[in-house]
Protein backbone atom coordinates (compact mmCIF):
# COMPACT_ATOMS: atom_id res chain seq x y z
CA UNK A 1 0.00 0.00 0.00
CA UNK A 2 1.07 3.83 -0.64
CA UNK A 3 1.48 5.98 1.72
CA UNK A 4 -1.69 7.99 0.45
CA UNK A 5 -3.67 4.63 0.30
CA UNK A 6 -2.48 4.08 3.95
CA UNK A 7 -3.84 7.63 4.86
CA UNK A 8 -6.92 7.49 2.50
CA UNK A 9 -7.97 3.98 4.64
CA UNK A 10 -7.24 5.93 8.02
CA UNK A 11 -9.06 8.40 7.16
CA UNK A 12 -11.83 6.74 5.63
CA UNK A 13 -12.89 5.58 9.42
CA UNK A 14 -12.44 8.46 11.27
CA UNK A 15 -15.44 9.93 12.69
CA UNK A 16 -14.01 10.68 15.85
CA UNK A 17 -10.53 13.30 16.17
CA UNK A 18 -8.75 13.99 19.51
CA UNK A 19 -6.70 17.41 18.07
CA UNK A 20 -3.88 18.14 20.84
CA UNK A 21 -2.53 21.64 20.37
CA UNK A 22 0.82 22.62 22.25
CA UNK A 23 2.09 25.23 24.24
CA UNK A 24 4.31 26.23 21.54
CA UNK A 25 1.53 26.49 18.82
CA UNK A 26 0.03 28.60 20.33
CA UNK A 27 2.50 31.39 21.89
CA UNK A 28 5.80 33.13 20.96
CA UNK A 29 8.86 31.79 22.44
CA UNK A 30 8.05 34.54 25.55
CA UNK A 31 4.55 32.75 26.37
CA UNK A 32 3.46 36.31 25.04
CA UNK A 33 0.79 35.88 22.29
CA UNK A 34 -1.77 33.56 21.02
CA UNK A 35 -2.33 35.11 17.42
CA UNK A 36 -2.81 31.26 16.10
CA UNK A 37 -5.49 30.08 18.12
CA UNK A 38 -8.40 32.02 16.00
CA UNK A 39 -6.67 30.48 12.85
CA UNK A 40 -6.42 27.04 13.89
CA UNK A 41 -10.39 27.17 15.75
CA UNK A 42 -11.05 28.32 12.30
CA UNK A 43 -9.57 24.74 10.81
CA UNK A 44 -11.39 22.97 13.67
CA UNK A 45 -14.31 24.32 12.98
CA UNK A 46 -14.14 22.93 9.74
CA UNK A 47 -13.33 19.96 10.14
CA UNK A 48 -16.11 19.55 12.94
CA UNK A 49 -18.94 20.02 10.55
CA UNK A 50 -17.96 16.62 9.60
CA UNK A 51 -16.46 15.09 12.42
CA UNK A 52 -16.78 15.08 16.08
CA UNK A 53 -13.82 16.53 17.24
CA UNK A 54 -12.04 17.06 21.23
CA UNK A 55 -9.25 19.58 21.82
CA UNK A 56 -6.59 18.79 24.16
CA UNK A 57 -4.44 21.93 24.53
CA UNK A 58 -1.54 23.41 26.45
CA UNK A 59 -0.89 26.82 26.99
CA UNK A 60 -2.83 27.42 30.33
CA UNK A 61 0.90 28.05 31.92
CA UNK A 62 2.49 29.65 29.48
CA UNK A 63 -1.20 31.91 29.42
CA UNK A 64 -0.30 32.48 33.40
CA UNK A 65 2.90 33.25 33.51
CA UNK A 66 3.23 37.11 32.22
CA UNK A 67 0.77 38.11 34.68
CA UNK A 68 2.17 36.19 37.74
CA UNK A 69 5.05 37.98 39.80
CA UNK A 70 7.46 36.42 41.94
CA UNK A 71 10.24 33.72 41.61
CA UNK A 72 9.08 31.98 38.45
CA UNK A 73 10.21 28.49 39.83
CA UNK A 74 9.02 25.57 41.15
CA UNK A 75 5.71 23.30 40.69
CA UNK A 76 3.57 25.79 43.00
CA UNK A 77 4.55 28.65 40.61
CA UNK A 78 3.57 26.56 37.76
CA UNK A 79 0.47 25.68 39.27
CA UNK A 80 -0.56 28.92 40.03
CA UNK A 81 0.53 30.32 36.52
CA UNK A 82 -1.70 27.38 35.37
CA UNK A 83 -4.88 28.81 37.57
CA UNK A 84 -4.57 32.54 36.33
CA UNK A 85 -3.50 30.66 32.64
CA UNK A 86 -6.65 28.45 32.24
CA UNK A 87 -9.49 30.54 32.47
CA UNK A 88 -7.96 33.05 29.85
CA UNK A 89 -7.07 30.20 27.47
CA UNK A 90 -10.87 28.85 27.86
CA UNK A 91 -12.25 32.26 26.85
CA UNK A 92 -9.93 32.20 23.88
CA UNK A 93 -11.23 29.47 22.74
CA UNK A 94 -14.74 29.81 23.75
CA UNK A 95 -14.68 33.29 21.63
CA UNK A 96 -13.52 31.94 18.95
CA UNK A 97 -15.43 28.69 18.36
CA UNK A 98 -18.38 31.12 18.92
CA UNK A 99 -17.44 32.82 15.77
CA UNK A 100 -18.39 29.36 14.05
CA UNK A 101 -21.84 28.75 16.18
CA UNK A 102 -19.97 26.24 18.56
CA UNK A 103 -19.80 25.76 22.21
CA UNK A 104 -17.33 24.28 24.40
CA UNK A 105 -16.60 22.73 27.20
CA UNK A 106 -13.89 22.97 29.64
CA UNK A 107 -12.64 19.39 30.79
CA UNK A 108 -10.19 19.33 33.57
CA UNK A 109 -8.63 16.21 34.32
CA UNK A 110 -5.78 14.46 36.72
CA UNK A 111 -3.98 11.24 36.04
CA UNK A 112 -5.84 10.06 39.58
CA UNK A 113 -9.64 10.35 37.84
CA UNK A 114 -7.88 8.47 35.32
CA UNK A 115 -6.51 5.76 37.13
CA UNK A 116 -9.51 4.90 39.50
CA UNK A 117 -11.49 2.67 37.24
CA UNK A 118 -15.17 4.15 38.39
CA UNK A 119 -13.74 8.02 37.77
CA UNK A 120 -12.61 6.66 34.22
CA UNK A 121 -15.90 5.57 33.33
CA UNK A 122 -17.85 8.72 34.01
CA UNK A 123 -14.86 10.70 32.81
CA UNK A 124 -16.31 8.66 29.61
CA UNK A 125 -19.93 9.13 29.90
CA UNK A 126 -19.50 12.92 30.38
CA UNK A 127 -17.54 13.29 27.31
CA UNK A 128 -19.87 11.10 25.32
CA UNK A 129 -22.75 13.58 26.68
CA UNK A 130 -21.17 16.55 25.10
CA UNK A 131 -20.07 14.81 21.96
CA UNK A 132 -23.88 14.17 21.66
CA UNK A 133 -24.80 17.97 22.44
CA UNK A 134 -22.14 18.65 19.48
CA UNK A 135 -20.28 20.56 22.02
CA UNK A 136 -16.48 20.88 21.92
CA UNK A 137 -14.93 19.55 24.73
CA UNK A 138 -11.43 21.20 25.27
CA UNK A 139 -9.39 19.14 27.88
CA UNK A 140 -6.35 20.46 29.62
CA UNK A 141 -4.68 18.42 33.10
CA UNK A 142 -6.16 20.25 36.28
CA UNK A 143 -2.29 21.47 36.97
CA UNK A 144 -3.50 23.67 39.66
CA UNK A 145 -4.26 20.27 41.96
CA UNK A 146 -1.70 17.55 40.04
CA UNK A 147 1.26 17.39 41.82
CA UNK A 148 3.05 14.46 40.87
CA UNK A 149 2.33 11.86 41.80
CA UNK A 150 -1.18 12.47 40.12
CA UNK A 151 -0.01 13.79 37.36
CA UNK A 152 -0.02 12.91 33.62
CA UNK A 153 3.80 14.38 32.88
CA UNK A 154 2.90 15.93 29.96
CA UNK A 155 -0.02 16.49 27.47
CA UNK A 156 1.09 14.14 24.77
CA UNK A 157 0.28 11.72 27.21
CA UNK A 158 -2.82 13.08 28.23
CA UNK A 159 -3.76 13.80 24.39
CA UNK A 160 -3.49 9.61 23.92
CA UNK A 161 -5.29 8.90 27.37
CA UNK A 162 -7.97 11.15 26.01
CA UNK A 163 -8.25 9.39 22.48
CA UNK A 164 -8.63 6.02 24.06
CA UNK A 165 -11.52 7.48 26.63
CA UNK A 166 -13.63 8.93 23.79
CA UNK A 167 -12.73 5.83 21.56
CA UNK A 168 -11.47 8.67 18.86
CA UNK A 169 -10.32 7.02 15.49
CA UNK A 170 -7.21 9.42 14.99
CA UNK A 171 -5.21 11.21 17.09
CA UNK A 172 -4.07 14.60 15.79
CA UNK A 173 -0.74 16.00 17.61
CA UNK A 174 -0.07 19.35 16.69
CA UNK A 175 3.61 21.22 17.31
CA UNK A 176 5.85 23.52 16.15
CA UNK A 177 7.45 21.18 14.00
CA UNK A 178 6.10 19.30 10.55
CA UNK A 179 6.38 15.81 11.81
CA UNK A 180 8.82 12.99 12.88
CA UNK A 181 12.52 13.38 11.05
CA UNK A 182 14.99 10.70 10.81
CA UNK A 183 17.53 13.04 12.68
CA UNK A 184 17.62 16.39 14.09
CA UNK A 185 17.01 18.52 11.04
CA UNK A 186 18.52 21.94 12.39
CA UNK A 187 21.66 19.79 12.92
CA UNK A 188 21.63 17.25 10.21
CA UNK A 189 21.20 18.33 6.15
CA UNK A 190 19.80 15.11 5.42
CA UNK A 191 17.26 14.93 7.79
CA UNK A 192 14.02 13.63 6.24
CA UNK A 193 9.84 14.05 7.44
CA UNK A 194 8.71 10.24 7.98
CA UNK A 195 5.80 10.17 5.93
CA UNK A 196 4.43 6.74 7.20
CA UNK A 197 5.27 4.50 9.70
CA UNK A 198 3.95 1.58 11.69
CA UNK A 199 3.64 3.29 15.61
CA UNK A 200 5.62 0.27 17.57
CA UNK A 201 8.27 0.05 14.54
CA UNK A 202 11.21 0.08 17.15
CA UNK A 203 14.04 2.20 14.86
CA UNK A 204 11.66 5.55 15.51
CA UNK A 205 12.70 5.64 19.26
CA UNK A 206 15.99 6.71 18.52
CA UNK A 207 14.69 9.28 15.83
CA UNK A 208 12.54 10.48 18.25
CA UNK A 209 15.72 11.65 20.56
CA UNK A 210 15.65 12.37 24.35
CA UNK A 211 11.99 14.43 25.89
CA UNK A 212 12.75 18.43 26.05
CA UNK A 213 11.36 20.69 28.12
CA UNK A 214 10.91 23.82 26.86
CA UNK A 215 6.96 26.19 27.43
CA UNK A 216 5.23 23.04 27.73
CA UNK A 217 6.89 19.81 28.37
CA UNK A 218 8.13 16.71 25.89
CA UNK A 219 9.33 17.00 22.79
CA UNK A 220 9.12 14.49 20.08
CA UNK A 221 9.78 11.33 22.32
CA UNK A 222 6.48 12.40 24.31
CA UNK A 223 4.58 12.20 21.28
CA UNK A 224 5.94 8.75 19.82
CA UNK A 225 5.12 7.77 23.73
CA UNK A 226 1.92 8.74 22.67
CA UNK A 227 1.32 7.69 19.31
CA UNK A 228 2.58 3.98 20.80
CA UNK A 229 -0.24 4.44 23.88
CA UNK A 230 -2.81 5.29 21.07
CA UNK A 231 -1.65 2.75 19.05
CA UNK A 232 -1.90 -0.42 21.83
CA UNK A 233 -5.93 1.20 21.40
CA UNK A 234 -6.10 0.40 18.13
CA UNK A 235 -6.04 4.37 17.39
CA UNK A 236 -3.98 5.77 14.66
CA UNK A 237 -1.73 9.20 15.22
CA UNK A 238 -0.18 12.11 13.08
CA UNK A 239 1.71 14.44 13.60
CA UNK A 240 2.35 17.88 12.26
CA UNK A 241 3.00 21.13 12.69
CA UNK A 242 0.09 23.66 13.79
CA UNK A 243 2.08 26.67 12.40
CA UNK A 244 1.49 25.85 9.01
CA UNK A 245 -1.17 27.47 7.78
CA UNK A 246 -4.53 25.14 6.78
CA UNK A 247 -2.43 22.01 8.16
CA UNK A 248 -5.87 20.30 8.67
CA UNK A 249 -7.05 20.41 5.04
CA UNK A 250 -3.82 19.24 4.67
CA UNK A 251 -3.91 16.08 6.73
CA UNK A 252 -7.00 15.32 5.90
CA UNK A 253 -6.02 15.41 1.81
CA UNK A 254 -4.89 11.95 1.92
CA UNK A 255 -3.06 12.81 -1.76
CA UNK A 256 -1.12 15.83 0.16
CA UNK A 257 1.92 14.94 1.99
CA UNK A 258 2.08 16.31 5.40
CA UNK A 259 2.62 15.24 8.62
CA UNK A 260 3.92 11.67 9.70
CA UNK A 261 1.42 9.03 9.94
CA UNK A 262 2.14 6.69 12.66
CA UNK A 263 -0.70 3.21 12.17
CA UNK A 264 -1.68 1.19 15.35
CA UNK A 265 -1.85 -2.93 14.90
CA UNK A 266 -4.93 -4.06 13.68
CA UNK A 267 -5.19 -6.27 17.04
CA UNK A 268 -5.41 -4.45 19.99
CA UNK A 269 -5.99 -4.75 23.85
CA UNK A 270 -9.23 -4.97 25.34
CA UNK A 271 -9.98 -1.62 26.88
CA UNK A 272 -9.22 -2.85 30.79
CA UNK A 273 -6.06 -4.02 29.78
CA UNK A 274 -5.18 -0.95 28.17
CA UNK A 275 -6.10 0.63 31.11
CA UNK A 276 -4.14 -1.40 33.36
CA UNK A 277 -1.04 -1.58 30.69
CA UNK A 278 -1.33 2.41 29.69
CA UNK A 279 -3.15 4.47 31.85
CA UNK A 280 -2.20 3.25 35.30
CA UNK A 281 1.46 3.78 37.24
CA UNK A 282 2.86 0.67 38.44
CA UNK A 283 3.33 1.09 41.96
CA UNK A 284 6.34 -1.63 42.18
CA UNK A 285 8.18 -3.81 40.81
CA UNK A 286 8.29 -8.09 40.81
CA UNK A 287 11.41 -9.60 39.47
CA UNK A 288 10.38 -13.25 38.22
CA UNK A 289 12.52 -16.06 37.38
CA UNK A 290 13.06 -17.76 34.10
CA UNK A 291 10.18 -20.23 34.07
CA UNK A 292 7.85 -17.83 35.45
CA UNK A 293 8.64 -14.98 33.11
CA UNK A 294 8.36 -18.00 29.99
CA UNK A 295 5.04 -19.16 31.86
CA UNK A 296 3.64 -15.63 31.56
CA UNK A 297 4.68 -14.05 28.24
CA UNK A 298 4.23 -17.42 26.19
CA UNK A 299 1.99 -19.43 28.14
CA UNK A 300 -0.85 -17.11 28.47
CA UNK A 301 -0.87 -17.96 32.72
CA UNK A 302 -0.99 -16.54 35.96
CA UNK A 303 2.12 -15.27 38.11
CA UNK A 304 2.17 -17.65 40.85
CA UNK A 305 4.35 -16.86 43.83
CA UNK A 306 7.01 -19.50 43.43
CA UNK A 307 8.00 -17.71 39.97
CA UNK A 308 8.61 -14.61 42.12
CA UNK A 309 12.71 -14.18 43.14
CA UNK A 310 11.95 -10.25 44.70
CA UNK A 311 9.74 -7.68 45.02
CA UNK A 312 10.49 -3.72 44.84
CA UNK A 313 8.12 -0.91 46.22
CA UNK A 314 5.35 -0.10 48.12
CA UNK A 315 2.32 -1.67 46.46
CA UNK A 316 -1.09 -2.52 47.82
CA UNK A 317 -3.60 -5.04 47.07
CA UNK A 318 -4.72 -4.32 43.58
CA UNK A 319 -1.82 -2.27 42.61
CA UNK A 320 -0.66 -2.04 38.78
CA UNK A 321 2.99 -3.64 39.00
CA UNK A 322 6.06 -4.01 36.40
CA UNK A 323 6.98 -7.52 35.83
CA UNK A 324 10.79 -7.65 35.00
CA UNK A 325 12.50 -11.10 33.49
CA UNK A 326 16.13 -12.17 34.70
CA UNK A 327 17.69 -10.01 32.65
CA UNK A 328 16.10 -7.11 33.95
CA UNK A 329 13.61 -5.95 30.95
CA UNK A 330 10.14 -5.47 31.55
CA UNK A 331 7.64 -7.71 30.26
CA UNK A 332 4.30 -7.66 31.19
CA UNK A 333 1.88 -5.43 34.17
CA UNK A 334 -0.88 -6.56 36.40
CA UNK A 335 -2.95 -6.01 39.22
CA UNK A 336 -1.52 -7.89 42.36
CA UNK A 337 -3.45 -9.61 44.65
CA UNK A 338 -1.12 -9.12 47.96
CA UNK A 339 1.10 -5.91 49.53
CA UNK A 340 3.92 -5.44 49.24
CA UNK A 341 4.95 -6.73 52.61
CA UNK A 342 3.00 -10.29 52.05
CA UNK A 343 4.16 -10.54 48.43
CA UNK A 344 7.87 -10.46 49.93
CA UNK A 345 7.04 -13.05 52.01
CA UNK A 346 5.41 -15.53 49.74
CA UNK A 347 7.86 -14.77 46.59
CA UNK A 348 9.55 -18.57 45.77
CA UNK A 349 6.85 -19.95 47.75
CA UNK A 350 4.39 -22.95 47.16
CA UNK A 351 0.49 -21.94 46.52
CA UNK A 352 -0.57 -24.49 49.53
CA UNK A 353 2.05 -22.28 51.84
CA UNK A 354 0.45 -18.76 51.06
CA UNK A 355 -2.35 -19.12 54.42
CA UNK A 356 0.09 -19.86 56.25
CA UNK A 357 2.59 -17.37 55.16
CA UNK A 358 0.19 -14.59 55.29
CA UNK A 359 -1.98 -15.54 58.17
CA UNK A 360 -4.89 -15.79 55.65
CA UNK A 361 -6.38 -17.74 52.72
CA UNK A 362 -6.13 -15.36 49.24
CA UNK A 363 -6.15 -16.01 45.93
CA UNK A 364 -3.54 -18.99 44.68
CA UNK A 365 -2.24 -16.29 41.99
CA UNK A 366 -0.40 -13.31 42.74
CA UNK A 367 -1.63 -11.53 39.84
CA UNK A 368 -4.45 -13.33 37.89
CA UNK A 369 -3.73 -13.70 33.80
CA UNK A 370 -7.21 -11.76 33.48
CA UNK A 371 -5.41 -8.93 35.36
CA UNK A 372 -2.22 -9.21 33.43
CA UNK A 373 -0.76 -7.94 30.62
CA UNK A 374 2.02 -9.02 28.40
CA UNK A 375 3.58 -5.97 26.50
CA UNK A 376 3.67 -5.72 23.60
CA UNK A 377 1.98 -8.93 22.68
CA UNK A 378 -1.56 -9.60 24.19
CA UNK A 379 -3.74 -7.52 22.32
CA UNK A 380 -7.48 -8.10 21.36
CA UNK A 381 -9.75 -7.68 18.70
CA UNK A 382 -12.59 -7.17 21.41
CA UNK A 383 -11.76 -4.24 22.35
CA UNK A 384 -14.79 -2.75 20.65
CA UNK A 385 -17.13 -4.54 22.12
CA UNK A 386 -15.81 -4.07 25.80
CA UNK A 387 -16.65 -1.58 28.51
N1 LIG B 1 -0.97 21.53 30.99
C1 LIG B 1 0.07 22.45 30.69
C2 LIG B 1 -0.51 23.80 30.29
O1 LIG B 1 -1.64 23.90 29.94
C3 LIG B 1 0.94 22.00 29.54
C4 LIG B 1 1.60 20.66 29.66
C5 LIG B 1 2.28 20.27 28.35
O2 LIG B 1 2.48 21.13 27.51
O3 LIG B 1 2.62 19.12 28.18
O4 LIG B 1 0.17 24.79 30.30
Redesign the pocket.
Known sequence: MSDADVKAALLARARRIVVKI??NVLTDADGGSARRLPALVRELAVLGRTHEIVVV????????RSRLAGARRGLEWRQA??AV??PT?MARYERAFARHGRVVAQVLLTHADLADRRRYLNARHTLRALLGARVVPIV??N?TVAVEELQ???????SAMTATLVDADLLVILTDVPGLFTADPQRDRNARRIGVAAADAPELTAMAGPARRG????GMA?KLAAARKAAAAGIGTVIASGRQRGVLAALFDPARDAGTWLTAPADRLTRRKHWIAHVLKPAGTLHLDAGAERAVVSGGRSLLPSGVRRTEGEFAVGDCVRLVGPDGREVARGLVSYSAAETAKLAGAHTRDIERLVGYKGSDELIHRDDLVVLDQERSSRARSES
Open positions: GSTSGAVAAGAAGQLNEDFGDNDNLVGTGT
